[in-house]
Each structure stands twice: as structure tokens, then as C-alpha cells.
T-cell receptor
Framework: TQLLEQSPQFLSIQEGENLTVYCNSSSVFSSLQWYRQEPGEGPVLLVTVVTGGEVKKLKRLTFQFGDARKDSSLHITAAQTGDTGLYLCAGRRTIGNEKLTFGTGTRLTIIP | NAGVMQNPRHLVRRRGQEARLRCSPMKGHSHVYWYRQLPEEGLKFMVYLQKENIIDESGMPKERFSAEFPKEGPSILRIQQVVRGDSAAYFC?????????????FGPGTRLTVT
């Protein structure tokens, strides 16, 4: 059973467009992290959200944690070719339980 | 501040051989996690260690796999008598787990190929 489902699985858009990817679960998470992974490399941490309803911005990237802490979204404004990569959400089920449960991933391609 | 280091980056083993994967956490980090990424699958938690202690090994296969994080030196993930199904990317992450900082920072991974 996959606890964190990401959608879409694949997304290919033109440079300059906006996009949103989703991370959904039927379970509550105490915190959720977003990573980006390039081919042949490890995941790179982008952001951590902890509070239900929390919104964090990282330049053109906006991350939101759902009110019930069961889902999250990543919105990219004016996508650039450098945004291409695999985006992963990962949640921690309970405080003190350190292992991360990773989502299925969204593979994003930005076309110049 | 150097990031998490893993070596080797690529490892090829024949069926039945042993594989040893090493992970040096970020400076000041005393918590290490191992994850496995099978081809076309997501990352799956394997084990969580602190210095000289295994805290959570609920994701470790019951046989052939072991992990340690000694007082001195890197963390080691050891796979005995490897089989083709062990071929995967193995990632190590570390965290300081200090003053509310629970983020895990990942290394570049070791890609194990079993022939």
C-alpha cells in the first residue's frame, strides 16, 4: 500500500508556464518534506512543512501543507528548464518516528 | 560544510559476493538513515542508526542485510550473498536531530549492480 500518492506521475510543459503537483494521502503526517532528485544523484531537500495550512515560498516555488496534514502541493510559477527533475514528497508519520515515507514521485520536464 | 558522502558511487558484484556500502554523515550529524531505490520504484526506508545503536530496522530484509554506525568511522550497510534483486540505488541520509532540526540530508547514493 502506497501511503503517499503523487500526481501527475509525468508532466511536460513549456518554459514560462505555471504548474502544480500534488501529494495526497489518507494518513496524517506530522511533517512533510519536498525533495528534487536529478538523474544519478541523491534527493536534495527543498522545504519542510509542519503546520496544517502552512505555506512556504522558495523563489518561484510555493509549497502548501493541507489543513488536515494529509496532503501537500507544490506550485511552480514561470517554469524554467532548470526546474526539470524528479520531485518527491516525503512524510514523517509521527513525531519521534524518524523514518520518511516517500511518495511515488512526479517527473517534470520543462521544454525550452 | 561537506555534505553526506557515500562510497563507492558504483559497485558491481557477482551473485553470492558481499557488498559493503559506506556513508559518512554531514559534520555534526549523529543520526544516519539508509534508503533503497529499486528501478522504477520510490525510495523505501531500510534502517535508522545513531552512533553504536540501531534505532529502527523495520525496513531491513530479515536475512543477508546488516547495518552499523560505529563510534569512529562511517556507517556501513552490508549485504551478504548478493542476489540480482539487490540491484538498486542505496542512499544514506543524515540529520542533526538537534533543537528541532529533523531534516534529512541525502548523499549521492551507491548504485549496486549484481551480475
Amino acid at each position: 500500500t502506497q501511503l503517499l500518492e503523487q500526481s501527475p506521475q509525468f508532466l511536460s510543459i513549456q518554459e514560462g508556464e505555471n504548474l502544480t503537483v500534488y501529494c495526497n494521502s489518507s494518513s496524517v503526517f506530522s511533517s512533510l518534506q519536498w525533495y528534487r532528485q536529478e538523474p544519478g544523484e541523491g534527493p536534495v531537500l527543498l522545504v519542510t512543512v509542519v503546520t496544517g495550512g502552512e505555506v512556504k515560498k522558495l523563489k518561484r516555488l510555493t509549497f502548501q501543507f493541507g489543513d488536515a496534514r494529509k496532503d501537500s502541493s507544490l506550485h511552480i510559477t514561470a517554469a524554467q528548464t532548470g526546474d526539470t527533475g524528479l520531485y518527491l514528497c516525503a512524510g514523517r508519520r509521527t513525531i519521534g518516528n524518524e523514518k520518511l515515507t516517500f511518495g511515488t514521485g512526479t517527473r517534470l520536464t520543462i521544454i525550452p | 560544510n561537506a555534505g553526506v558522502m557515500q562510497n563507492p558511487r558504483h559497485l558491481v558484484r557477482r551473485r553470492g559476493q558481499e557488498a559493503r556500502l559506506r556513508c559518512s554523515p554531514m559534520k555534526g550529524h549523529s543520526h544516519v538513515y539508509w534508503y533503497r531505490q529499486l528501478p522504477e520504484e520510490g525510495l523505501k526506508f531500510m534502517v535508522y542508526l545513531q552512533k553504536e545503536n540501531i534505532i529502527d530496522e523495520s525496513g531491513m530484509p530479515k536475512e543477508r542485510f546488516s547495518a552499523e554506525f560505529p563510534k569512529e568511522g562511517p556507517s556501513i550497510l552490508r549485504i551478504q550473498q548478493v542476489v540480482r534483486g539487490d540491484s538498486a540505488a542505496y542512499f544514506c541520509a543524515s540529520s542533526p536531530r538537534d533543537r528541532g532540526q529533523y531534516e534529512q540530508y541525502f548523499g549521492p547514493g551507491t548504485r549496486l549492480t549484481v551480475t
